[in-house]
């Protein structure tokens, strides 16, 4: 039944506008001719002028919508006149009802006002002079006048909700939208830098035990052997880690669920896988351990991996030093090797490597530094909030307003202004 109800209005709304006004235009000519039509006694007949008086309060109303004001000032001119022609004059202004309607529906507030107070003070006095109304009569005639107007006033009142409604819900969607845009940029650029940091560090290794295995395949075939061993092993980590990655683009998992990731205490592994591929790699740790956020955890290794693949890589370093400085606030992340440094020009090809380490660093609420170190070779540095600094002031160690993209391009310390970027990374 609630259905049903709706459909008639439902095609009175979609219904062309002028289709409908004319039909209340005719309508109105009906009503306002009815009554001289069929006259009491002593009462005027039908005359064509007084037709054409009502027709001057009607047809207008045709053009009710497009010139609101305009038809209200016409009807309202030919009203009075027709009062005065007939006697006695007609008994509902079935136009000025319309016309009261549509000012407070569409019109101006000043146009509103006017036309309200110009009907009321327009009927009272035609119902005083002209039809010598009773007193009880008065009340009737002003209270019909009183609640079209009111009528259109909820009408626009109500468009106007409708319209405020539809444009939340228009922006709610822009918005949910535009969020889940960024969100799939973030997750692709999260994932992008996964793959980077895993193939390029694995393809490193392999191509530099590829290299060593020729050369001492005879004069030293523990060591070739050594080399090899070391080739497979970085592959099969490789595909592991890449295996976990597609594994995430193919299922549906909450957001945030990418599985396991590495973390600090695979720091050990990593540093001696790299060092079976040829540079002397230690690692040292300042000051007892605290508790990161997973985000953190990640990032610190991930930043250790590419300092070590660009030293393994492109500097061709012997000795690559790894220091963890701890604090109550921060885990201060330190990597320097002896290799060829940094590029003076910081026109090095346009990599990607230290840019994933700026922004890794910069995504968990910390920072990161890139460029020659103090005695040669190259260096790169980070600052990583702990989870307690976190739990203290929130906002460090999670994603905040200037860090990630928008802080790399303010830093004077991201990529943009870091020295040194060798070609490739």
């Known amino acids: 039944m609630p259905a049903l109800s709706r459909r008639p209005a439902a095609r009175l709304r979609a ?29 005027d007949a039908l005359s064509a002028q007084g037709f054409l008086l009502g027709a001057g309060t009607a047809v207008p109303l045709v053009w009710r919508r497009r010139a609101p004001f305009l038809v209200a000032c016409v009807s309202t001119f030919f009203t009075p006149a027709m009062a005065l022609h007939h006697r006695p004059p007609p008994d509902v202004t079935y136009g000025g ?53 009111v009528l259109g006033s909820l009408g626009r009142v109500q468009r106007a909700y409708t319209a405020a409604v539809e444009d939340r ?33 694995a393809v490193s290794l392999m191509v530099v035990q590829a290299e060593a295995g020729p050369v001492v395949v005879r004069s030293d075939p523990p060591r070739a052997e050594a080399a090899f061993d ?8 490789a595909m592991v880690q890449l295996r976990r990655i597609l594994g995430v683009l193919k299922e549906e998992r909450a957001p945030g669920d990418r599985g396991p990731q590495p973390t600090l205490d695979a720091l050990p592994e990593l540093v001696a896988r790299v060092g079976r591929a040829g540079p002397e790699v230690r690692l040292t740790t300042h000051g007892p351990p605290r508790p990161l956020s997973p985000d953190a955890e990640v990032a610190a ?46 026109d090095g090809g346009g990599g990607h ?35 307690s600094w976190g739990d203290e002031y929130p906002g460090g160690g999670r994603r905040r307003p200037g860090t990630g993209a928008q802080r790399l391009l303010d830093d004077p310390g991201g990529p943009a202004g870091h020295r040194g970027d060798r070609g490739g990374r």
């Open 353 to 387: 490597g230290l840019i994933g380490v700026h922004e890794r660093a910069g995504a968990c609420g910390g920072r990161a530094e890139t460029g020659p170190g103090p005695d040669g070779g190259f260096r790169v540095a980070a600052r990583l909030p702990t989870a």
């Open 230 to 237: 070391a080739i497979a092993a970085a592959g099969r980590d």
């Open 97 to 149: 009802l319309v016309v009261l309607y549509t000012m407070a529906a569409l019109g101006r507030p000043w146009q509103r006002r006017l036309m309200l107070t110009g009907w009321l003070i327009g009927t009272t006095v035609t119902m005083a002079f002209h039809e010598r109304a009773e007193p009880y009569e008065y009340p009737f005639h002003l209270l019909i006048l009183v609640s079209a107007y």
């Open 15 to 43: 219904a062309h506008p002028y289709v409908v006004d004319s039909a209340l235009a005719a309508a109105v000519l009906f009503a306002v001719s009815l009554q001289f039509l069929f006259p009491e006694e002593g009462g």
């Open 301 to 346: 290794y991930r930043i250790v991996q590419e300092a070590l693949t660009n030293a393994v890589k492109h500097a061709r370093a012997s000795r690559v030093r790894v220091e963890l400085a701890w604090d109550d606030a921060e885990l201060r992340l330190t990597v320097t090797d002896d290799g060829r440094g940094g590029d003076p020009s910081g």
């Open 169 to 201: 819900a228009r922006r709610l969607e822009r918005e949910r939208a535009s969020e889940t845009a960024r969100a799939v940029a973030l997750e692709r650029a999260t994932i992008a830098r996964d793959m980077h940091d895993i193939l390029a560090h």
